[in-house]
């Protein structure tokens, strides 16, 4: 199979300027895309870490608050069977 050559009107030293500074651009083009794409990926990765964090953080926190109510609870009841049993003075 014989490949045709392409035919330019242009000399080739334009031509090999032409074309090399479109593959360096193509070239910087491809690597700020691949750049952007990286600073993309990790960002997504510390939101996804951060926002793991914070739902360990609440779910901590939940509890926390669950057992101050149920402590504040237990203290209410204590304190109105002490004014239950406390005689009155006349």
Same mark, same amino acid.
Do not use: G
């Given at each position: !199979? !014989?490949?045709?050559?392409?035919?330019?009107?242009?000399?080739?030293?334009?031509?090999?300027?032409?074309?090399?500074?479109?593959?360096?651009?193509?070239?910087?083009?491809?690597?700020?895309?691949?750049?952007?794409?990286?600073?993309?990926?990790?960002?997504?990765?510390?939101?996804?870490?951060?926002?793991?964090?914070?739902?360990?953080?609440?779910?901590?926190?939940?509890?926390?608050?669950?057992?101050?109510?149920?402590?504040?609870?237990?203290?209410?009841?204590?304190?109105?069977?002490?004014?239950?049993?406390?005689?009155?003075?006349?």
């Amino acid at each position: !199979m !014989m490949v045709k050559e392409a035919k330019y009107k242009s000399p080739r030293h334009k031509l090999t300027k032409f074309f090399e500074k479109s593959r360096d651009q193509w070239k910087e083009k491809c690597l700020k895309a691949k750049s952007r794409a990286k600073q993309l990926s990790n960002r997504v990765r510390f939101l996804e870490n951060s926002k793991e964090n914070l739902k360990i953080k609440i779910e901590s926190l939940q509890e926390e608050l669950a057992k101050l109510k149920s402590q504040d609870k237990t203290n209410d009841i204590e304190k109105q069977n002490q004014k239950k049993t406390v005689p009155r003075k006349q």
